[in-house]
């Protein structure tokens, strides 16, 4: 698909994540340290919302049963076998835009 812009650079400040939404996919979109990172916004343990997350030292938890995803690469915290997809984060002209597949 290629970039495609999700979110006003504003509405993910340092430490934020939000839950955008693409073709009714949700996605992850979060603020580490001031650099935007992306990953599928569906848990592979139960398909928990992981926009609606909590973000703590660039580890992103799960709401549901707080399973973390190492918010760079995807790779689950408990279970190194098992991780959700990362993509590609450009922010230009003050909007993110992410390499969606
Ligand atoms: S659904 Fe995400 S930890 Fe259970």
């Known amino acids: 698909m290629g ?3 999700v979110a006003a650079a504003a509405e993910v400040p340092e430490g934020a ?3 955008v939404l693409d073709g009714g996919v949700p996605y992850a979109v979060c603020n ?11 848990c592979p343990h139960h398909g928990g919302p992981l ?3 909590t973000l703590e030292g660039g580890v ?7 399973w973390p995803f190492d918010s760079a690469t995807g790779i689950c915290g408990f279970n ?15 909007s993110v835009f992410v390499d969606l597949p």
């Open 80 to 94: 190194p076998d098992l991780s959700v997809a990362v993509y590609p984060v450009r922010v230009t002209d003050g």
């Open 3 to 5: 970039f495609v812009r």
């Open 32 to 42: 580490v340290g001031g650099e935007v990172r992306a990953l599928l916004g569906v």
């Open 51 to 53: 926009g609606q997350g």
């Open 60 to 66: 992103l938890a799960c709401p549901w049963h707080c």
């Open 17 to 19: 994540v939000i839950e």
